[in-house]
């Protein structure tokens, strides 16, 4: 085990007690961190335009005055798709050529 020098107010004994050492070597959650957050917000939200485009393709078929405006909710659903699968696979080679 390493040598580890008390903080301020810490007496030796305090320090190598089990639950302080357990305490200090807890690493943060790392699905917590604002870039985890931030990347899992950014896919929810890509995801709920999917389907609020998908909606708009079955409302636009429905009606026959929208006909004309389909490719409105589709181009969302494909960009929306396209930025979803962008994203992961910018996760997946970052997880897979992680040093």
Known sequence: MAACTPTPGETTAEMTSTQTILAR???????????AVATTLLLAALAA?????????SVAKESEAYHGYVW????????SAIL??????HLLRRRLFRK
């Open 25 to 35: 070597s807890r690493r943060p959650l790392h699905f917590l961190t604002p870039p």
């Open 49 to 57: 335009l999917i389907v609020f485009g998908l909606i708009g393709v």
């Open 72 to 79: 409105v909710p589709r181009l969302l659903v494909v960009v």
């Open 84 to 89: 979803i699968a962008t994203v992961l696979g």
